[in-house]
């Protein structure tokens, strides 16, 4: 469990960006948004919590209370892509969008589950998510890697695990801690996004490496560059 802020607020209970200790990071969210600053930068997010003295209408607190963006829709694509996730409304940017959804499992499984993915050749629902930081080791600054691995293969009914990847991605995750240590993954729009337009984020967001893989990539972007990105550490 993470701690709780302290009081920091007057009169309407709702916490004071420059005072609150879950907001340490910077004031993620504007107007239930994530801000162009947290988008850029891909900042973790650290949302109020059950421990925190404010109320419900923090600014702090967005994800905690939404499954998802409420018009989305899956369709399929064609036989090679399989399904792909739609909305029927226009999403703003930064707005929320799902997240990726699943079973908690150790990195030495997930990469295991991933190499029998591709050996049989199917569609693979494990997300290897890392988050880099610098910490101190011996007196100097060096870069870590906090993983995080998430198996949707039986989140059937979840919209996460349906995005495809885009080397032009309009989505991207971001690790949002709502009083555990362990984030939930969230997916937020990069840009305004028109309905019927195919959501997609880079599967090499979270990845400790930008090597490619040897799967094709049918993303049709500009920029594609042919295969999808590696995700094994
Ligand atoms: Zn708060
Ligand atoms: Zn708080
Ligand atoms: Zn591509």
């Known amino acids: 469990m993470l701690e709780g802020c302290e009081v920091s607020f007057s009169s309407d209970s709702k916490c004071d960006p ?52 409420p018009f989305l829709f899956k369709k399929n694509i064609s036989d090679q892509v399989g399904a792909g996730l739609f909305s029927s409304s226009p999403i703003p940017e930064g707005a929320f969008v799902c997240s990726y959804d699943g079973k908690l499992i150790e990195q030495s499984e997930a990469i295991a589950k ?4 591709d050996a049989k050749n199917q569609h693979n629902y494990v997300m290897i998510f890392t988050e880099n930081y610098q910490h101190e080791k011996h007196g100097d600054q060096v870069l870590g890697g906090l993983c995080t691995c998430i198996d949707g293969t039986d989140f059937h009914q979840s919209f996460g695990r349906s995005i495809n990847h885009s080397c032009d991605p309009n989505l991207i995750p971001i690790p ?17 996004i028109a309905p019927g337009h195919e959501l997609s984020y880079s599967y090499s967001s979270g990845a400790p490496s930008q090597k490619l893989s040897t799967k094709q990539c049918f993303c049709g972007s500009k920029s594609c560059r042919k295969f999808l990105p590696s995700v094994a550490c």
């Open 18 to 69: 420059e005072k609150c200790a879950c907001m340490r990071s910077g004031l993620a969210y504007e107007g239930h948004k994530l801000s162009a600053e947290f988008l850029r930068d891909k900042r973790p997010v650290f949302e109020c919590h059950e421990d925190c003295p404010c109320s419900l209408s923090c600014p702090s607190r967005v994800t905690q209370f939404i499954d998802h963006w």
């Open 114 to 117: 991933m190499d029998e993915n």
């Open 176 to 192: 949002v801690r709502c009083g555990w240590e362990v984030p939930r993954i969230c997916l937020f729009a990069m840009t305004y």
